[in-house]
């Protein structure tokens, strides 16, 4: 059951201009679900991406980070469930590569202009030509209007389809931004790689893209965990049509660029939220905030060593207001210099320590009364500086272990 | 069930001479169990120790420190379960002190000459005055065959008392070593920070001890991992009696002196690895190996980044052979320069994969022989130069959960 999360409407995701959405099933995966999505992008986009740091990344994300570096342009997406192509070595590249230029050729574009995206078992071999022979029927049902079948076809142990929209105004015009993501945990059984994708109509210069979606995951995808697991997969790509009409942005002061930001980032916040809030067996939904910190960096790094730590999200599963758990991983969060005097430590409106030790008048009743609550913001103060950071997560369930511990079916 | 470890039998255990123990119960706990556990020590001793690298270390670790600093010798070591008298302020180290003032009272030494030793939940003040009323009966009923008792008595929710003996000869002779570790997670509900203490009756000159207990943690304690969580009382003593009568150790050249080093490794590390068998809801112990590495230190990078995988330690409790987590692990590790293309990775002697990728001859089935078993070692190779480095831990099982989601009682 996922925290406080309705599947979307697919009346209130906005379509958007430039960009057509086709859904179909290739077989890859054995269960009888839709497992290829292809988005088709008119020439007038601007795209950029940001990948996972792991270093055993996975061919297509190789493919990827080589086709954008070519600069040409982004035609086409092509995304399969049910294999991460990845730890497949030179053969897992040639499959990638072989899969861009079927798609290629049936659009009469580079094979450098589409991007493949896979995720899915890792150290098995792609069985790419199901999905090349899918091509043709996904081009013939490509619609504006299916994000919502996007959300649904990227799911893999996902419980509900993510799916976001929101609008600006650009110089009087009105832009659209609609994004999906996917993603419960790290990889399969629970095939759970982070995806991510946002479009907009709104015109963005190209130099723009890549900086632009590095801005919007740091605000967003990069400060979510489930399991702390980083995936050989994880891919967030931002599209923009240019198809609202208005000037291209070249610059973020320009008059209403900063509010198409802004609805990108919210929009990117709910898709990286959502998967949380769908996380591998999660029931509740933490935030962790930071203040207090001489710079952001020393604050998420003790924001995740707070979301990390098994024994603190089992102590949230378990509404146990052991809060002890919370200043030790501060403690272990690796700051050289911590003064573990200055600590002070809050469950929402419950101020549980103070100056590193319980605070007098901290009642165990009121620490319960917020554990029990399916959203929860712990805050820690180190008492170093002014800077502050967010990390978002889920508890530790039972359910994570099932989930995870299920024989590859 | 602890995974292939016994209760030690008590007639095995070397007594140490210069060492005498008392375990009595204070009522810290309010189980009907011993919770004090006195070390009395000859002042011909040299003491050693090193602590949790925790920032947020507890009043005793604190105390402890000041204490070995101090340079009187240590006469008494006073360990109590039940609480951690950690995050609990200038109010905590008042408590540990008192304990010690009243433990140097009642030998007549000096309260520098005592260190307090504390494991249990945290954020809750010591009851430090039940602690001192149980220290005469505990030096009334001081043995030096005690360490089987000593091993029980400072138990927590570990299942079975770890103790270990050893014996190797210095100049002629014979000397013997003993030594009791205590641990199974972190901290309480599980009240399982890591203790761990070694004696022998060799002479050790008092200006090697503090770095003989860190090279010795380094090739034990520091070398497991439960749940990735560093406690904030975790502390590790040694104590050298001097009382076998051969001339004092000066410089681990001497004759003889390597192969005691060697019987104190030895101990520690099987008590080390203990604490593993014996984790909370272990039922797999693993040794993970990395070889190939440039320097010992992202070796070791490495083997915690699998160690602390809970998508790796859930597939070896499924006894999944699901090996692309162990690879996209080895990925997030964080060595920058990482090349997939030149890493193998073995478990026990199945080739699963060569260069990065799936290895033409490796078979799920042989995968899933070696998951099966009870002890595995994982073997990564890196192919980046010539140093190894080794970790050792537990699955991670349901009963983890269960044993950690469970409210305090």
Redesign the interface.
């Known amino acids: 059951m996922p925290v406080n999360l309705l599947p979307p409407v697919a009346a209130a995701l906005h379509p958007i201009d430039g960009v057509r959405i086709g859904v179909v099933q290739a077989g890859v995966r054995k269960a009888g679900r839709k497992d290829v999505t292809l988005l088709l992008i008119e020439p007038s986009a601007s795209v950029g991406g940001v990948f996972t740091?792991?270093?055993?990344?996975a061919a297509p994300v190789q493919v990827c980070r080589e086709h954008l570096a070519a600069g040409h342009g982004v035609r086409a997406i092509i995304v399969n469930t049910g294999n991460?192509n990845?730890?497949?070595?030179?053969?897992?590249l040639m499959r990638a590569r072989a899969t861009c230029i079927a798609v290629a050729q049936a659009l009469e574009v580079a094979p450098e202009q589409v991007l493949p995206l896979s995720t899915g078992?890792?150290?098995?071999p792609l069985p790419h030509q199901r999905i090349i022979d899918a091509v043709p029927q996904a081009i013939a049902l490509a619609r504006a209007d299916a994000w919502g079948e996007a959300a649904e076809g990227i799911m893999t142990t996902d419980t509900v389809p993510k799916a976001f929209s929101a609008q600006a105004q650009v110089q009087g015009v009105t832009v659209s931004v609609t994004g999906i993501s996917k993603g419960a945990?790290?990889?399969?059984?629970n095939m759970a790689t982070m995806l991510g994708f946002l479009a907009t109509d709104a015109a963005i210069a190209p130099e723009l893209m890549r900086d632009l979606a590095f801005e919007l995951s740091e605000g967003s995808f990069n400060r979510v965990t489930v399991?702390?697991?980083?995936?050989?997969n994880d891919s967030f790509l931002v599209i923009a049509t240019g198809r609202a009409g208005h000037a291209p942005i070249t610059d973020w002061a320009q008059p209403g660029a900063m509010a198409l930001k802004n609805a990108m980032l919210d929009v990117a916040r709910q898709l990286a939220q959502a998967i949380v809030r769908d996380g591998e067996g999660a029931t509740k939904f933490i935030t962790v905030r930071v203040e207090g910190g001489r710079d952001a960096l020393e604050c998420r790094q003790v924001a995740y060593a707070i979301a990390?730590?098994?024994?603190v999200k089992?102590?949230f599963?378990?509404s146990?207001p052991?809060?002890?758990?919370i200043?030790?991983?501060?403690?272990?969060?690796g700051?050289?210099d911590?003064?573990?005097?200055r600590?002070d430590l809050y469950l929402d409106d419950v101020h549980v320590?103070r100056?590193?030790?319980?605070h007098p008048d901290y009642r165990e009743e009121d620490g319960q009364r917020v554990m029990k609550q399916t959203e929860i913001t712990v805050r820690v103060v180190l008492g170093r500086g002014t800077a502050t950071d967010t990390v978002w997560t889920c508890d530790?369930?039972?359910d994570?272990?099932?989930i995870?511990?299920?024989?590859?079916s």
């Open positions: 740091q792991n270093r055993f990344c991460a990845a730890g497949t070595g030179e053969d897992g078992v890792i150290m098995e945990g790290m990889i399969r059984p399991d702390g697991d980083t995936s050989t990390h730590s098994p024994l089992t102590a599963y378990a146990d052991n809060l002890g758990r200043l030790a991983a501060v403690g272990y969060a700051i050289p911590l003064d573990q005097t600590i320590a100056q590193g030790g319980r530790f369930s039972h994570y272990v099932s995870n511990a299920d024989y590859r």
